[in-house]
């Protein structure tokens, strides 16, 4: 037990970090023009401001509450990557839907437990928002799937 949350001190200052990170680039490098007359360095120079923002109201409770240690596990982001690259490697070969379905299977392996009849629902209604919104709503010329055999 620590005496602080030290998790989310660290997650809030890292959001401050790349929120000023972010607003500082913008505002540097970009014309912010005025309230009335938005420039394109205005957007992201707010967008970098409510980060810091956010980090900031995510650090101060976590300086007054006390913090476990933190579970670390390793295949936990090796198999969320290796769903990303499932999803790249089937997606020109197979179309959209397998693809989609290739990520939800491998990435849901980060879990400890697996529960066969909620990935399954997962999956299938992953699949069908993607084929509503890609195919029907944004009616891209992407095949839904493709048997290459």
Same mark, same amino acid.
Not at 24 to 39: N, P
Not at 68 to 77: C, G, K, L, N
């Given at each position: @037990?620590?005496?602080?949350?030290? /998790?989310?001190?660290?997650?809030?200052?890292?959001?401050?970090?790349? &929120?000023? +990170?972010?607003?500082?680039?913008?505002?540097?490098?970009?014309?912010?023009?005025? *309230? /009335?007359?938005? &420039?394109?360095?205005?957007?992201?120079?707010?967008?970098?401001?409510a @980060? =810091?923002?956010?980090?900031?109201?995510?650090?101060?409770?976590?300086? @007054?509450?006390?913090g476990? @240690?933190?579970? !670390?596990?390793?295949?936990?982001?090796i198999? !969320? %990557? #290796?769903?990303? =690259?499932?999803?790249?490697?089937? %997606?020109? #070969?197979?179309?959209?839907?397998?693809?989609?379905? +290739?990520?939800?299977?491998?990435? #849901?392996?980060?879990?400890?437990?697996?529960?066969?009849?909620?990935?399954?629902?997962?999956?299938? =209604? %992953?699949?069908?928002?993607?084929?509503?919104?890609? &195919?029907? &709503?944004?009616? *891209?010329? *992407?095949?839904?799937?493709?048997?290459?055999?």
């Open positions: @037990m620590f005496s602080r949350d030290y /998790r989310d001190i660290v997650g809030g200052l890292i959001l401050v970090l790349l &929120g000023l +990170a972010f607003s500082g680039y913008a505002i540097t490098q970009y014309d912010l023009g005025t *309230l /009335r007359r938005m &420039g394109p360095g205005m957007f992201p120079a707010m967008l970098g401001a @980060m =810091a923002l956010l980090g900031v109201l995510q650090v101060i409770p976590a300086l @007054m509450r006390r476990q @240690m933190p579970e !670390v596990r390793i295949f936990s982001p198999f !969320v %990557l #290796s769903g990303c =690259a499932a999803f790249a490697l089937t %997606l020109t #070969s197979f179309g959209l839907l397998p693809a989609v379905a +290739a990520l939800t299977i491998v990435s #849901s392996l980060a879990e400890l437990e697996i529960r066969p009849w909620r990935l399954g629902l997962l999956v299938v =209604a %992953l699949c069908l928002i993607a084929w509503l919104v890609f &195919g029907i &709503g944004f009616g *891209l010329n *992407l095949p839904m799937y493709r048997w290459p055999f």
